[in-house]
């Protein structure tokens, strides 16, 4: 059990002792140390309700409150509010226990099958940086749910399908001799655009287009070779991005929105069937009541064109009903921008009404604000363009080495090379990940690359900080017994052991800058440490402990900054 559910049911046990068995305990870190290390703040809102004086009610809590062993002192502060200091004694054994554990002390949990959706860019174009944030987002989600333990299927719903393809083929048909052309990577994006421009320009081959895309869905073998043409390109300069971002996607993790294709009627006949479906001006629509019109009509869903067409709605709606009942998810996450927000609201209505996931299945869309340029507008180059993701990352990776060059001009080459890898793109995914993702952020290179403040490269440093004091210290005993005597001992210590519940918190609610926020709080609490506490000027069990405290500050920092997808080094 973690500290924060432990302080939790038992301040639930004292308030229904209290006479308030209904009164959530509200729990929450303490703001400040001189408020002690937790509060609990329902008794506020439970004599409230009760009619009572909060004051009077907050004193039956702490008479009735069972902390013996885990908190050295509680005390009512203001109208009503506790205060709860925990007992150093009790944050050593924490702490030692965390330091021995492979996992930080984490206890099991009831594993779920949990998907996360993410990335998933439209292929046949290369990946711009648009697909950052759901790329980082997603990925670091993946991660803390897989380190908590449970099981994780990763997704990318790749746009490999539809109009566009049908363009390209038209398109690579009418300037290839024999259909065949060898595609290279760089000309992708210029045959897309010339493709696309020819698909404005002439409405004869925008026609012939159609028909591909109605060839193509037919499964026409000649159109479906070419079609795997510009899919297997694109998914290879996508793996390079995944590669050098560091995101744990891999062409397994990869079902596009041809996976689908031959479900899709089979979602029309089912709709149909459970009386969803009206056909509204020759298209088949789902009209769902809880969303509204400005005429405050019933808001319509196509699933079906006139033309027999389907939408991005039907195939998602096909996916969904694959993950319930092929692959048997407890739980589905979708990280897409947070404009995408009304239709993954309408799409899960439909699949709640249709049967295609059931209640007990959980269907989340993780939204996310837009990455801004200095001028306040979406990040564009500087002639408007839009900006290829690898050329970010390889941007980050250079103005990264010119600073390392800068700082040590004398590392050999293939360090400087390592290190600049590691700040650059570690400064990319932080700068994002730090971020409460609902909000808009400007992109700046001087802030992400900063070695002061909330920044990867300060992270980064301070973990090499932490090592440096064991290349330095001759001995250290891993067994050693932690002794808290000292403030910022026991500051570190209770930040240290909140790492449980920090990532049950990401998880629980999909928000990873609450990760970034607590390795911040670490890095900076344990500098207040190292200049309050000497370590290695210290003697016997005193010197033993505070390399304890340094040893599972380290081994916090580099779990948390991997989960993050940031890489840390042993010296910089």
Aim: glycine share 6%.
């Amino acid at each position: 059990m973690t500290i924060h559910q432990l302080i939790n049911e038992r301040v639930q046990a004292a308030l229904a002792a209290a006479g308030a068995p209904a009164a959530p305990a509200v729990i929450q870190p303490a703001s400040k140390p001189d408020f002690g290390d937790y509060q609990a703040n329902g008794v506020m809102g439970a004599a409230k309700a009760l009619k009572t004086n909060p004051r009077a009610l907050a004193e039956k809590v702490v008479a009735a409150l069972d902390l013996a062993g885990i908190a050295d002192k509680v005390e009512i502060a203001g109208p009503g509010f506790i205060n709860i200091h925990l007992a150093p004694e009790y944050l050593a054994r924490r702490s030692e226990a965390a330091l021995k554990d492979d996992k930080l002390g984490l206890a099991p949990l009831k594993p779920q099958r949990v998907m996360v959706e993410y990335s998933s860019p439209n292929l046949a174009k290369e990946m711009h940086v648009g697909h950052l944030r759901s790329s980082i987002i997603g990925d670091a989600l993946a991660r803390v749910m897989e380190y908590l333990g449970h099981e994780v299927v990763r997704a990318n719903h790749v746009g490999d399908w539809g109009t566009q393809f049908g363009m390209l083929t038209a398109y690579l048909v009418e300037t290839s001799q024999d259909g065949n052309a060898a595609l290279e990577l760089s000309d992708l994006e210029t045959f897309y655009r010339n493709a696309k421009i020819r698909f404005d320009e002439s409405e004869e081959f925008a026609d012939r287009a159609r028909d591909y895309v109605v060839k193509l869905q037919g499964g026409d073998q000649e159109v479906l070779r070419l079609w795997r043409q510009f899919v297997e390109i694109s998914l290879e300069h996508c793996q390079a991005v995944y590669d050098k971002l560091n995101v744990n996607l891999k062409r397994e993790h990869v079902r596009g929105e041809s996976s689908y294709n031959d479900d899709l009627p089979v979602i029309v006949k089912e709709l149909r069937a459970a009386g969803l479906l009206t056909e509204s001006e020759g298209a088949q629509v789902v009209f769902l009541e809880e969303f509204r019109t400005q005429e405050d009509q019933p808001m319509g869903v196509i699933i079906q064109k006139k033309d027999g067409g389907y939408l991005y709605t039907t195939t998602d709606l096909g996916a969904v009903r694959y993950r319930h009942k092929t692959l048997g998810l407890d739980r589905v996450i979708y990280v897409v921008d947070a404009r995408q927000s009304q239709h993954f609201a309408q799409m899960f209505s439909i699949c709640r009404k249709a049967g295609f996931a059931p209640e007990e299945m959980k269907l989340e869309h993780v939204g996310f604000g837009v990455m801004m340029g200095d001028d306040g507008k979406p990040f564009k180059t500087r002639s408007g363009g839009t900006v290829k993701l690898i050329e970010l990352l390889q941007e980050a990776e250079e103005r990264a080495y010119a600073l390392v060059a800068e700082k040590n001009p004398d590392l050999p080459e293939a360090e400087k090379r390592e290190i600049a890898a590691a700040v650059g793109i570690g400064a990319v995914r932080y700068a994002d990940l730090s971020k409460n993702r609902m909000s808009d952020y400007i992109f700046s290179w001087d802030t992400m690359l900063a070695f002061e403040g909330n920044t990867a490269p300060y992270l980064q440093y301070a973990y090499t900080r932490v090592q440096s004091v064991f290349r330095k210290a001759e001995d250290y005993d891993a067994n050693a017994r932690v002794v808290i005597t000292e403030p910022a001992e026991k500051q570190l210590a209770a930040a240290l052991v909140q790492f449980e519940d920090t990532l049950l918190s990401v998880a629980d609610s999909c928000y990873p800058h609450y990760l970034s926020q607590y390795l911040y709080q670490i890095a900076t609490l344990f500098s207040r440490f190292y200049e309050a506490c000497p370590i290695l000027k210290s003697e016997g069990e005193v010197r033993a402990s505070r390399l304890q405290l340094a040893a599972l500050t380290a081994k916090t920092l580099k779990t948390g900054l991997d989960l993050l997808g940031i890489k840390v080094l042993e010296a910089m």
